[in-house]
């Protein structure tokens, strides 16, 4: 699409519209070369755009993440607005009164719609299917014809996906990878995966030991600007009592920002990325990681000149084939693979609990006051920075709460408040169907389940806690440890059945009656004495 023209009108005025269609654009839309903007004409068109409460107290969002959509949605409206286009724009103001109750999306929408009146609709395809159920009730309601048009942003549509999963009795990431590789061209050399490998994970696990992670080169610090500064002091103000800090905002919120860091990472980080992607260390939050999730679930990034940026820096020689396809394999394969998961099994998806979870959430997954140190460090520093990577959420807060048999309903709602990239196409399947193994292996093939051990041999949570990894029972014995064997007794005839299961759950053998009966007790009494979360939307404290 070439770039939006120009007018003369005057732009971001609001009253009478006889618009001949009105662009929504969401939170997570911001990019002007989307579908929505296809045939876009600024003298017939216009761009409506809304800050509401709803998207911050539908799960009781973190501070950074609800100051990351606020902020790159105002400076996206500025840029529409440079161009000339009018940009029909709600704003949220610091505080609330009572002539401003809580705002939805939906209602919002239809107030708007009564004045400005356009003939039609139009849309990029949401990443929310309850955002996209409310626009398409107020459209109805009213009536006007809402267009919903496919997000191009992705290297695959549901439709597409939905094919590829067509008579498969199983659905596993690793064959879709390997289609989308052959589709797309990437890290191929012919008809055949460059190196030999599809897939080098088994080079990407390596453990930092204990002198800790080598010498990392810091992020460029990202300034704010005027606009930015007002949406901190807006979070702070009105959603004050939301969980998480401000004074460590250190997000992209433009599409320069996110440059900035994308060019940091491939030069600085991706060399190492690969091989301690799943390492995890004391006071190091990002380490290797690349800082731009959130950028790209905006929209602020395109997952192509990403994957083309890690690729590009392997053919140059600047990066090993193994850290290359690792970086892309969690673009090009991850990112893809749980959007169409999303699509294709929502909205029944969301109810799914397999293992018959129905433990209340902890309190402390929203304070960090807990003595096992993994799970310490891994949510203060959610709630510090908005951030974890993806093995501190998969093997660390995740794997808690499956061994602990919470429901996975307060799992991913919890996943969905607290990060700052977590838009409920991707969240979901990661959270509900990778991390809690709700969904029977739809996502994944097993679930992900360790002792302390694994946490200690990657990372050094383990140095200085109170409890002993070792041990399953007894003062000292880990709680990961204890819950991972009262995991595998509790769902030991449905595991056995799973063949990548088999040798975990043979090793029950190993144990003694007396054995089992003793972590049995200390499991439920250890369980008994957790603090359930009191509210669904839990202050700051």
Known sequence: MPPLQRTRSKPGTRGPSSARNLVLVLGDQLDPQAAAFDDFDPSLDAVWMAEVDEESTHVWSHKQRIAVFLAAMRHFREQLRASGITVHYTQLTPEVTAKQPPSSLAHQL????????????????????????????????????????????????????????????????????????????????????????????????????????????????????????????????????????????????????????????????LPQFGRYQDAMWTGQAKLFHSQISSAMNLKLLDPREVIEAAEQAYRRGDVELASAEGFIRQILGWREYVRGIYWLYMPEYLE?????????????????????????????????????????????????????????QEVHAWYLAVYIDAIEWVELPNTLGMSQYADGGVMASKPYVATGKYIQRMSNYCSGCQFDPALSTGEKACPFTTLYWDFLMRHEALLKKNQRMSLQVKNLARLSSDDKQKIRDQAETFLRKLTPTNSSQPSNR
């Not at 797309?184 to 930092?208: H, K, V």
């Not at 018959?356 to 402390?364: G, N, Q, V, Y």
């Open 110 to 269: 239809k107030m708007d719609l009564e004045q400005l009146r356009p003939a039609k609709l139009i849309v990029t395809k949401p990443g929310d299917h309850r955002v996209e159920q409310s626009l398409r009730a107020a459209a109805d309601e009213l009536p006007i014809p809402i267009e919903i048009r496919e997000d191009r942003h992705f290297l695959s549509t549901p439709a597409e996906f939905a094919e590829h999963a067509r008579g498969r009795k199983q659905l596993r990431m690793e064959f879709f990878y390997r289609e989308m590789r052959r589709k797309t061209g990437y890290l191929m050399n012919g008809d055949q995966p460059e190196g030999g490998e599809w897939n080098y994970d088994s080079e990407n696990r390596e453990a930092f030991g204990k002198k800790g992670p080598p010498l990392l080169v810091a992020a460029p610090k990202l300034k704010h600007d005027a606009l930015t500064e007002q949406v901190l002091t807006l979070v702070r103000t009105r959603f004050a009592t939301h969980p998480g800090k401000l004074e460590r905002f250190l997000w992209p919120v433009t599409r320069e920002q996110a440059l900035v860091l994308l060019e940091h990472f491939i030069t600085h980080l």
């Open 352 to 408: 799914r609990n397999h293992l018959h979870a129905t433990r209340t959430l902890p309190d402390f997954y929203w304070t960090g006051e807990t003595p096992m140190r993994c799970l310490r460090e891994t949510i203060t520093q959610t709630l510090e920075t908005g951030y974890a990577h993806h093995i501190q959420r998969l093997m660390v807060t995740g794997l808690f709460a499956l061994l602990a048999g919470i429901r996975p």
